[in-house]
């Protein structure tokens, strides 16, 4: 896959050489567990996947639903008819196996769940479900399966400790983007219509959510 990647990435109409690294990439995101997706055998998005014509970067190990790719090609050409740009993916939407997998790793690597989420009775929930199939001697896919039965109870009562678990989230680069480029960005947001835009800022990115059919204020301005 990794011979692969830089085909695709030029399939996909941008330059390797101008990319960072996928750990670089990963801590552009909203989630913390996402550094520690180390080794993840997702496949790049291939270009079959994304609509015809479509011009956006998505980075090696992101995910993002055939629908989200379509919205993101409309935000795209938004975007790119005011500056001549294309916007860059660094993340996607992640089912709560992968969720589990990464968050496992954040605890055996020694990291404090608890540290790192902000909701932190939901991260001491899900350590808790660790501790216990590990006391168990659970072997490590049933680890992971209790893990993720975990964060799939709490999804089912509205918790979500990454907002990448809600279909249809997704992290754009903004690191790059200038002041125009934010403000077109930000224009071609209200301009596609059903998409909830935050500006996070630790670490610095774009979070989108796009919403399937009911309509929404098209933005939502940050906390500060
Ligand atoms: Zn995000």
Do not use: W
């Not at 567990?33 to 015809?52: C, M, N, V």
């Not at 350590?127 to 709490?154: F, N």
């Not at 990454?162 to 997704?170: D, E, K, Q, T, Y």
């Amino acid at each position: 896959m990794r011979r692969l990647l830089p085909l695709v990435l030029v399939l996909l109409g941008c330059n390797p050489g101008e990319l960072p690294s996928l750990q670089q990439a990963q801590a552009e995101s909203c989630d913390p567990a996402d550094a520690y997706l180390e080794g993840d055998k997702t496949p790049a998005l291939a270009r079959s996947t994304l609509p015809a014509g479509a011009r956006f970067t998505v980075l090696p190990g992101v995910t993002l639903s055939s629908p989200v790719a379509t919205r993101i090609h409309q935000l795209d050409d938004a975007f790119s008819r005011r500056t001549g740009k294309h916007l860059i993916v660094v993340s996607g939407t992640r089912d709560p196996g992968r969720q589990a997998r990464a968050m496992i790793r954040v605890i055996e690597l020694g990291g404090s769940l608890t540290k790192l989420y902000e909701d932190r009775e939901a991260a001491a929930e899900i350590q808790k479900a660790y501790d216990r199939a590990r006391g168990a001697r659970k072997r490590p896919e049933e680890v992971v399966a209790a893990v993720q039965s975990t964060l799939q109870a709490q999804i089912q009562r509205g918790v979500y400790i990454s907002a990448h678990l809600r279909a249809g989230a997704v992290d754009i680069r903004n690191t790059i983007m200038t002041e125009a480029d934010r403000k077109a960005f930000r224009a071609a947001v209200r301009e596609v219509g059903n998409i909830s835009l935050l500006e996070e800022h630790r670490p610095p990115h774009f979070h989108l959510e796009i919403e399937r059919d009911k309509p929404e204020p098209p933005e939502r301005r940050p906390a500060r």
